[in-house]
């Protein structure tokens, strides 16, 4: 894969393409980052890249002239035609786009080229959203002083998900808001047949991962603990030292559904549950009322 980051702040990105998986998979060659000034593309001795918004109105706008241009330089044709090519996506990042999920993450890391467009200052040309990008994206309900730190996010959620950027890519699939593929062997439920079927569907995957693993299917994250077993008085939970992994994987799957119900309840509407995540989730609720 190939990411183009565009920018009027190229320094920004030394630190997050210098550490972590992000370095690892530049280092491998699984992942080529680029990143352009969009100074270098303006045709004035300033070097302006906004101007203020026709109609009136607070604050600067970044000008289309630099993202067009540096778009051209790169081989992308500009206005964008009828259709994207199907391995690339020019996302424009920006307050006003569909909000980054793990699914979209996992889209865009089926592509050999992404392009992320760093908005600034009030916002973007419209005709840039209009005529270049085919993904809007904001990386939450809030807004930033620009596109830089969500094109980081949105750089680090992607790459992480190439093939062979984590140590063990069985990670990936049993991390918070990772889907499951429902009826397909990528469900990574690391289990046998005879253990209890959590997820909907009983799709079974072949794995030297302990039977105690399991996927999140879109909820959050289990707990994790390490040694020391007791540290100042707070011990790990006996279920988890146990070595009974049928129970281990029941505590995980309560304890997933029981965060998630505390800290974000809207997952629940969009993870398919099975009749024993619903007995849980009652059994918690009960328990938080009293």
């Not at 080529?32 to 109609?55: I, K, Q």
């Not at 469900?187 to 959590?198: C, L, W």
């Amino acid at each position: 894969m190939k990411i183009e980051i565009l920018t009027i702040f190229p320094d920004f990105f030394r630190g997050p393409l210098d550490y972590g998986i992000l370095r690892r998979a530049r280092e491998a060659n699984l992942v080529e980052v680029a990143v352009h000034d969009l100074r270098s593309f303006t045709s004035d001795r300033h070097r302006t890249v906004d101007d203020r918004p026709f109609g009136g109105g607070e604050g600067m706008v970044l000008k289309p002239e630099p993202i067009f241009e540096c778009l051209n330089s790169l081989g992308v044709d500009t206005p964008r035609q009828n259709h994207t090519p199907p391995d690339q996506s020019i996302v424009l990042l920006s307050a006003q786009g569909r909000l980054f999920r793990q699914q979209m993450a996992e889209e865009l890391a089926q592509l050999g080229r992404l392009v992320l467009i760093c908005g600034r200052y009030e916002g973007v040309d419209e005709r840039v959203a209009e005529f270049i990008a085919d993904r809007e994206i904001s990386v939450g309900d809030y807004v930033l002083s620009g596109g830089e730190l969500a094109a980081a996010i949105v750089a680090d959620a992607v790459v992480r998900l190439i093939p062979g950027a984590l140590g063990n890519e069985a990670s990936a699939r049993q991390e918070s808001f990772s889907a499951i593929e429902v009826g397909k062997s990528v469900e990574a439920r690391y289990t046998d047949t005879s253990a209890p079927a959590y997820e909907p569907s009983r799709t079974v995957v072949q794995s030297p991962a302990p039977a105690s693993t399991c996927a999140s299917g879109g909820l959050l994250d289990y707990p994790h603990y390490t040694r020391p077993a007791d540290y100042r008085g707070m011990k790990v939970p006996e279920v988890l030292v146990s070595g009974n992994h049928t129970e281990i994987r029941r505590w995980r799957r309560r304890k997933a559904l029981e965060k998630t119900l505390r800290n974000r309840p809207d997952l629940l509407e969009r993870v398919p549950l099975s009749s024993e995540d619903r007995e849980l989730i009652a059994q918690i609720v009960a328990e938080m009322r009293k």
